[in-house]
């Protein structure tokens, strides 16, 4: 199967697995699972550490977030595409969830097909859009 993890997920695994439930943690550690992080994903990561979010025992990162990713992880960076983008235009604005990097991450998923893991507890307000979510609820 594929999947797109949020942010959330990817520190989780990082600094706090205790955090993961049993079934993220399944489909992490499962070699025959496709997972994928959004390049949006990664911007947001990549502001947390330049805005000093993360403690000095936490910046495993070296120099860039981005090699990390590439080549410590399994994970691959999924781009932003027009098709993406076209979607995003599609779903509304939610009165209580404007977060542009959150709404992109989630039209992505929908139009790849691709499960979205994630512990925000608004994600589920966009399964009437399309998206299918594995919720990590601690």
Not at 77 to 89: D, G, M, R, V
Request: glycine content about 2%; hydrophobic content about 40%; charged content about 25%.
């Amino acid at each position: 199967m594929r999947y797109l993890i949020d942010a959330n997920i990817f520190i989780f695994l990082l600094w706090e697995k205790d955090r993961l439930t049993r079934e993220v943690w399944g489909i992490l550690q499962d070699y025959g699972n496709r997972v994928y992080i959004s390049a949006e994903s990664v911007r947001e990561i990549v502001h947390l550490r330049q805005c000093g979010k993360f403690s000095s025992k936490e910046q495993i990162f070296a120099d860039s977030v981005v090699d990390f990713i590439n080549n410590e992880t399994n994970f691959e960076i999924k781009p932003i595409k027009n098709e993406h983008l076209k979607t995003l235009e599609q779903i509304p604005i939610l009165q209580d969830h404007k977060d542009p990097s959150d709404r992109m991450i989630i039209a992505q998923a929908i139009t790849e097909k691709m499960a979205l893991v994630s512990s925000d507890t608004m994600f589920p307000c966009y399964k009437k859009f399309g998206l299918e979510l594995i919720p990590n609820n601690y």
